[in-house]
């Protein structure tokens, strides 16, 4: 997506070293086919001599990294922007942390994304878990993947409807870069009901728990 935001004129991505393993791989598994060249470092170093930032179509970072810790990105990214070379600023980031820390949208970032497993699917040896994904509007028609809007139908009932499809196999076709053709429904509600059974104060309150076992351990 960041690669298509910048109209594939840059051929380089940024990873922090402290995403994911299993993302950094997945990541460099899926830029190979499209001759991306994925750089991994440290990301107080992109700022720096070391990289040329107009050759990045984006970078990425996490809170919490790999190592558990919590970052805010708001001057990293704000550095970024003055520099005006339309890198794309991705958080990977965590749905129960979101509850009582900064979100990656006040921090700056153009695209959020991660795991919705936190919230309530059990552990499934890696899988299956539903993600969740998010940009700023502006790069909405960038989006890989499918936007189901609110309407109303002919009696005039609220309706949910295919609103946007725009980077699908039947659209673009050999142009797509997402292979978007599963449903995870099922993994989709079961986080949407524990987040409606437990509400905000207790996933909050959950969150807590979790940091304070955390810094315990």
């Known amino acids: 997506m960041a690669y298509n935001i910048n109209d594939g004129e840059k051929k380089k991505f940024f990873v922090d070293e402290n995403v994911f393993v299993p993302t950094i791989a997945v990541i460099k598994t899926r830029a190979s086919y499209l001759d991306i060249e994925i750089v991994v470092?440290?990301?107080?170093?992109?700022?720096?001599?070391?990289?040329?930032?107009?050759e990045y179509c984006g970078v990425l970072v996490q809170t919490p990294d790999a190592h558990g810790i919590i970052t805010d990105f708001s001057d990293f990214f704000k550095k970024i922007?003055?520099?005006?070379?339309n890198t794309v600023k991705i958080v990977a980031s965590d749905l129960l942390s979101l509850t009582i820390t900064k979100s990656p949208g006040s921090m700056g970032a153009d695209i959020s994304f991660g795991s919705s497993q936190r919230f309530g699917v059990p552990m499934?040896?890696?899988?299956?878990?539903?993600?969740?994904?998010?940009?700023?509007?502006?790069?909405?028609?960038?989006?890989?993947?499918?936007?189901?809007?609110?309407?109303?139908?002919?009696?005039?009932?609220?309706?949910?409807?295919?609103?946007?499809?725009?980077?699908?196999?039947?659209?673009?076709?050999?142009?797509?870069?997402?292979?978007?053709?599963?449903?995870?429904?099922?993994?989709?509600?079961?986080?949407?009901?524990?987040?409606?059974?437990?509400g905000p104060k207790g996933l909050r309150d959950i969150a807590f728990r979790v940091n304070n076992v955390t810094q315990i351990a």
């Open 41 to 54: 470092g440290k990301y107080q170093d992109f700022l720096t001599d070391k990289y040329k930032q107009e």
């Open 124 to 198: 499934g040896f890696g899988g299956p878990y539903s993600g969740f994904f998010a940009t700023k509007k502006n790069n909405i028609r960038k989006m890989p993947g499918r936007i189901i809007g609110i309407s109303k139908d002919a009696e005039n009932n609220l309706a949910y409807r295919m609103a946007l499809q725009t980077r699908e196999q039947h659209i673009r076709r050999e142009k797509a870069t997402s292979n978007i053709c599963t449903a995870q429904a099922l993994l989709a509600n079961i986080s949407a009901m524990y987040a409606i059974y437990h």
């Open 81 to 85: 922007d003055e520099k005006k070379q």
